[in-house]
């Protein structure tokens, strides 16, 4: 190594000996450009090699090291040909296994040699086997020190070992021990009064965990290091996203004020009043459009809560003050479920409304787009066709988005973009109908004002979750033929496990067969992913409209579809989908005011994991107790979406399992925007350098 060394954390992993052109771009490839990127790579695991385990205790599943001699060494045939080693430690005798091996490798296993293995302990056919470990062969008969440590175990990629990145790090501390000290970037008074370890104690730790701490414990990540790497992990996270909010309001954007004739027009024109939830999110909407700043706001609400006649409200209030509206909707059953709903209620107001997906082609296309460039379209629907290109608006004021985490950061600000003009920006309304836990609310949207609907409208029954075995399906198909001889109608939801959307096609093309076997007295109709957009929209078209009494569906009818008739839902392994999924597809049912019911027909036998979550759908109806539930079992990547940002992959905090820090951070962030604004853009480069954030920059 050198002695030159920045001033600044962007030290160049030039400064590593060894680290040439080859290397530095498969590191690259983990996000790391720097030895501080380096430093905070930080594993996913940890195995025990500081005790060596004698062969007659090996149990299986254990992760052991062995050491002892070679007592023969063979290539066998079998199903697959593998070099068999034989190793006698004086307590027994245990077989490695390797599938993969050299002429060399076998040479060098010569009897005789003494070796130690490191592995997990499986059951083979000749016993208790260790497939591929990681061995060295020792030399002389004097002991060979143990790690002194636990082994980290690192995120890799192929052709970058683990040994070589931990030997990497080896050098990464000696050069901040002796030639560039890490900077704290937490005061003091943050570091004293939340009793964290200094940090660079803390990485030690992480990467070097002393023999006494167990993986266990560190998995569980209550270790006083961890805690303080969480910390200021999630810390930065909350400055990052505070920073693009602060972005967002210096920019500009035209004052909605409306006379809100069109809104009381269309209240007037609605068979029921406003829950007072939804009255109160409507005010804040209104508050935020009259502002010269761009509104940001998160609006959550339970299934059935109201949610599109509130963004209604808000894209009325836009046209009421000269500008256009656009309605984002992530899949085209769910645009033009929108579509339909805002122009029953909007066109008698005279309010004209364009539609826009991928299926509208030719002159009606061309008709569309001109409406938008026009600004003769005040509101429009559409799908991810709306960032193409040739898509032009006349004077787009507020962009609302709908089933937000279904859409990548980049296709929403394309949207934003658009309706950039004169300096001023459009307002955004950002929908969903998963309940995020406040913590979560709180680690995620930052940079966004948020608002609850927490009220349903009078009318709605909750509905009533039954569990029941596959094996009672005949059952199930009975009690679906009595509800549709009483006038209502059915969901049939087909879901599999592998993720193939022509295996799940596949498999309710045959549901589909089965029960129109079973049922020839009523009319079947049958919905999935794989069919043209035009089939999809005539098969929701006559099931709303009372022609079809059963629907077979995959989970493409999760979100956006309403028939108030249907009372009666079977989801077909139900132990395979998530909480937030299953109580998507539960709110279909339970729109009107007959008793409705959804029956969880699952597959025995079930996983702990499996009865859990169907027990809680059966205990509950509140989308916000079951978010929180589906956050402790399954983090917080299938809430917020695949696509929503770098916070479901943080580096070691958890946003489930360290929810409770989340107040913490929060009143921290803002103590640091306050007294030490100047240490924000370090924090946040020290975690986030490599990270695409969420925002709206």
Known sequence: MTDAAPADEQLPLTLLKGVGPQLAAKLAQLGISTILDLLFHLPLRYQDRTRLTPIAALRQGDDVVIEGMVAGCAVVQGRRRSLMVKVQDGSGVTTLRFFHFSAAQERALAVGARIRAYGEVRWGKAGVELYHPEYQLLQGSAPIALEDHLTPVYPATEGLQQTRLRKLLDQVFVYLDTQHALPELLPEELRQKMHFMPLMDALRVIHYPPPDLTPARLQSGEHPAQRRLVFEELLANYLSLRRLRDQARSQAAAPLQGDGSLRQALLRALPFPLTKAQRRVSEEISRDLSAAQPMLRLVQGDVGSGKTLVAVLAALQAVEAGYQAVLMAPTEILAEQHFLTLDAWLSPLGVELAFLSGRIKGKKRDAALEALRSGQARLIVGTHALFQNEVQFARLGLVIVDEQHRFGVHQRLSLREKGHSAGAWPHQLIMTATPIPRTLTMSAYADLDCSVIDELPPGRTPVNTVLLPAERRAAVVARIA?????????????????????????????????????????????????????????????????????????????????????????????????????????????????ESHCVLLYQNPLSGA????????????????????????????????????????????????????????????????????????????????????????
């Open 610 to 697: 499996g009865k859990e979550r169907l027990s809680i759908m059966r205990e509950s109806n509140d989308g916000f107790y079951i978010a929180q539930k589906d956050l402790e079992i399954r983090g917080p990547g299938e809430i917020l979406g695949a696509r929503q940002s770098g916070l479901a992959q943080l580096r070691i905090a958890d946003l489930g399992r360290d929810s409770a820090l989340q107040p913490a951070v929060r009143q921290w962030g803002e103590w640091i925007r306050a007294e030490h604004p100047a240490l924000a853009a370090p924090l946040i480069r020290r975690w986030l350098a490599q990270t695409e954030r969420y925002g709206n920059v």
């Open 482 to 594: 009595a509800a549709c001889a009483l006038g209502r109608q059915a969901y049939w939801v087909c879901t599999l496990i592998e993720e193939s959307e022509v295996l799940e096609c596949q498999a309710a093309e045959a549901t589909f067969a089965d029960l129109c076997a079973a049922l020839p007295a009523l009319k079947l109709g049958l919905i999935h992913g794989r069919m043209k957009p035009r089939e999809k929209a005539q098969v929701m078209s006559q099931f709303k409209n009372g022609e079809l009494q059963l629907l077979v569906a995959t989970t493409v009818i999760e979100v956006g579809v309403d028939v108030p008739n249907a009372s009666l839902m079977i989801i077909e392994n139900p132990e395979r989908l998530g909480l937030a999924q299953l109580h998507q597809l539960r709110g279909r049912v339970g729109r009107g005011a007959s």
